[in-house]
């Protein structure tokens, strides 16, 4: 099965929080609570994740080369080109094996 994979959308990568020195109370402050507020989304799993996208010509298996660098956690479908789903077969530092159900074009997150 033929796949094409294209990685050109991906999102900016997610950027340390930086805190500016020597600077007044009021600014340490909100410092501190975007800080607090944004402690769980940027320890996510899926804040480290990347968006590709490939096509299966036909029902079967596709190797998605995900690109991570690690074995991934998870998958999230964003987006799909027809009535057609997909599910993991195995994973690993390389590769997402997925199997479709009909040929579609998918987006999906990778974690």
């Known amino acids: 099965m ?19 020195e020597g600077v007044g109370y009021e600014l340490r402050q909100i410092q ?35 690109g991570l660098g690690r074995k991934p956690r998870g998958f999230n479908v964003e987006s799909h080109t027809a009535d057609e789903t997909v599910f993991e077969v195995s994973k690993d530092s390389r590769n997402l094996v997925l199997t479709a159900s009909g040929a579609a074009t998918w987006t999906i997150w990778v974690y």
């Open 2 to 20: 033929a796949f094409e994979s294209k990685r050109n959308l991906q999102p900016p990568n997610v950027v340390p929080l930086k805190k500016l």
């Open 32 to 66: 501190q609570n975007v800080e607090r507020a944004t402690r769980n989304a940027r320890g996510s799993p899926q804040a480290k994740g990347r968006r590709v996208t490939f096509t299966a010509d036909a029902a079967g298996d596709v190797t998605v080369a995900h």
